[in-house]
């Protein structure tokens, strides 16, 4: 189940849904951070090393780690939801396993159980070098609320 999971894509409306979303948090895009996977449940976001996003002793800073670990478990739970809803966090909870070092970050969410009202996601963010070795620095439970989408 689990490879079935990571390959599989959403559906066309859902993955514009998710990324027209994505482009209008500022902070998304402040980070540098971009979606590099949208599944019914799951999606990855890829935030690049740079100087910005680091702490004082080179390693990305946890406020970062924590941002794009947040990110992708909301748009995870937005992938299950209809149209007419949309998605807050509640709470999280972060447990940061070693310096976030790398090329950049891989945050992946990944919803455990969507139901009317809240969702618990898995938060996984993965340390990931130039030659591809990975490690995870970063791993939490969140739970987020169904809302009614805001009127345009």
Do not use: W
């Not at 895009?29 to 999606?43: E, N, Q, Y």
């Not at 340390?127 to 620095?137: E, Q, T, Y």
């Amino acid at each position: 189940m689990e490879d079935r999971t990571r390959r599989e894509q959403a559906s066309p409306a859902v993955r514009e849904r998710v990324r027209s979303s994505f482009e209008l948090q500022g902070l998304m895009s402040h980070l540098g951070a971009r979606i590099t996977h949208i599944g019914p449940g799951r999606v990855h976001i890829v935030l690049p090393a740079c100087p910005e996003v680091t702490q004082q002793h080179g390693y990305i800073h946890a406020g970062a780690t924590s941002a794009v670990a947040d990110t992708a478990g909301g748009y995870a739970a937005l992938t299950l939801f209809d149209e007419e809803s949309d998605v807050l966090t509640v709470e999280y909870k972060i447990n940061l396993l070693a310096p976030a070092a790398g090329d950049h970050l891989e945050a992946i969410g990944t919803v455990l159980r969507s139901g009317r009202t809240l969702t618990v996601c898995q938060l996984e963010v993965y340390g990931v070098r130039a030659d591809g070795a990975r490690k995870l620095v970063a791993n939490g439970q969140q739970t987020l609320i169904r809302v009614n989408r805001p009127a345009a």
